[in-house]
């Protein structure tokens, strides 16, 4: 198995995850009720108008389905991928992964079920301060109906511009460029998630001490927020695509060990960055460190690592990680 096959399939299933996460996002904001959250918010019901968004793990379905596809394919990649093993008398050692082991699918189930809540929970909790502030600045439930779920763009007939499917943290960056916008601050041109062809307009404005026109301080905000989203689902698809890939290498490691097809004193894990300037420098410190299979990676940081991306490591190792791992077994001693 080549570094390079397993880091193209991260990237492939790392696409495909993206625009799970981005259509279980827009059944959301389509299926949301604007008449009923605005109504419910003239009465100061928030409860009721978070309801009526419609917010359900269901939703998250094919996001949920694609990751298990995604476990499945890194588990076959890897024991598809290891050469050919033969017993003394020259039979073939077939191995193969079993997605239906108890271990595979409990591991399955936690992490699935784990993420949606988390993702839905979060969702939660920024569709209600979104509401609560909407209310607080006293601005027309309407207003803060479609700030929510977005405008329909009628070139694409799909709704742009929502909050839905930012974290809570991102929320607030929305509310905070806005203001920036709003006063001609020059802050907003430090925002990464700007889009950058609105800056001439912030600083015409900074220069002639006038403000931007309302229609454009909202086309430069949609668009944040759109951005915003991007690098949202950007996030969770390298997140997901790292954990379930290789989790799906490890255990499928595992099950050849356990039917004694491979000698586990053989088997080796492998550190790999993506040997560029963005790589984190407790990662570049890991780069073609080896470790034997049950063994932990150990980040300068203390953290302790099974693999890049592992999910029971802290955000800020596996955020964002663009690193790999490949297994290498010792064929010459390899003991069945």
Known sequence: MTVNRFDSLISSWELKI?????????????????DLIEKLMKRGDIEGAIRAVGLDPTKFRVFDSTVAKAYESGGWHT???????????????????????????AWLRDHSSNAIKEIVN????????ALRDGMEAGENPRTVALDLVGKINKTTGRREGGLIGLTSS????????AK???AGDSKALLRKLRDKRFDPA?????????????????AMVRAYKNRALKYRADTIARTEAMASLHEAQNEAMKQAIEKGQVDLATV??????????????????????????????????????????????????????RCWSDIKIDFLHNIR
């Not at 598809?80 to 595979?104: C, Q, T, W, Y």
């Not at 420098?281 to 940081?301: E, R």
Request: one cysteine or more; hydrophobic letters at 35%.
């Open 18 to 34: 993206r625009q799970a996460f981005l259509s279980s996002i827009y059944s959301i904001r389509d299926g949301a009720q604007i």
């Open 79 to 105: 024991s598809s991928h290891l050469p050919k093993l033969r017993e003394p008398s020259g039979h073939k050692i077939e191995i193969v992964f079993d997605v239906r082991n108890v271990s595979a699918e």
């Open 122 to 129: 979060d969702q939660r909790t920024m569709i209600r301060d």
């Open 170 to 177: 991102q929320e607030k960056w929305v509310r905070e460029y």
């Open 180 to 182: 920036e916008v709003a």
């Open 202 to 218: 912030i600083k015409r404005a900074i220069k002639n001490d006038s403000p931007i026109p309302a229609k454009q301080q909202e």
């Open 268 to 321: 080796k894990k492998v550190w790999h960055s993506a040997g560029d300037g963005r790589v984190r420098d407790t990662h570049a410190a890991l780069n073609g460190k080896s470790v034997s299979f049950n063994s932990s990676f150990v980040s300068p940081s203390g953290a302790r690592l099974k693999f890049p991306g592992d999910p029971s490591a802290p955000a800020a190792e596996i955020i964002n990680c």
